[in-house]
């Protein structure tokens, strides 16, 4: 298993700053853990993501997935990081080819994956 990373946009405000977004697949029981100041919408979004990647026919890992957002110490709020940490658990999960490091992931999955 491997770590990837992915970008999103964390606002405050008017203000956007980015969210540098990693996941880390390894042995272990599975687990979904967020790390990284999140509120209650982004703890819930593990629930979501889950269901959007497995509803979309992909595989989702049987292992100890551990999601990183940081800055830790910069709010994060809401379900606009739902694709970014989506993306970067398929690409670590090896289902994604490596991703480019100028691109910014911003959207609210559906259950379905929509």
Do not use: C, Y
């Amino acid at each position: 298993m491997q770590t990837a990373r992915t970008m999103a946009v964390a606002l405050i405000g008017t203000d956007g700053h980015l969210v540098t977004v990693e996941a880390d697949i390894t042995a272990g029981l599975p687990a979904t853990i967020v790390l990284g100041v999140p509120t209650t919408s982004l703890r819930e979004a593990r629930d979501r993501i889950r269901a959007a990647i497995v509803n979309s026919g992909e595989r989702w890992p049987d292992s100890k997935i551990t999601i990183s957002l940081s800055p830790g110490s910069l709010p994060k709020r809401g379900s606009a990081f739902d694709l970014a940490i989506a993306i970067a658990i398929m690409a670590a999960n090896g289902d994604l080819p490596e991703l480019p490091d100028n691109l910014m992931f911003l959207a609210e999955l559906g259950l379905d994956g929509r």
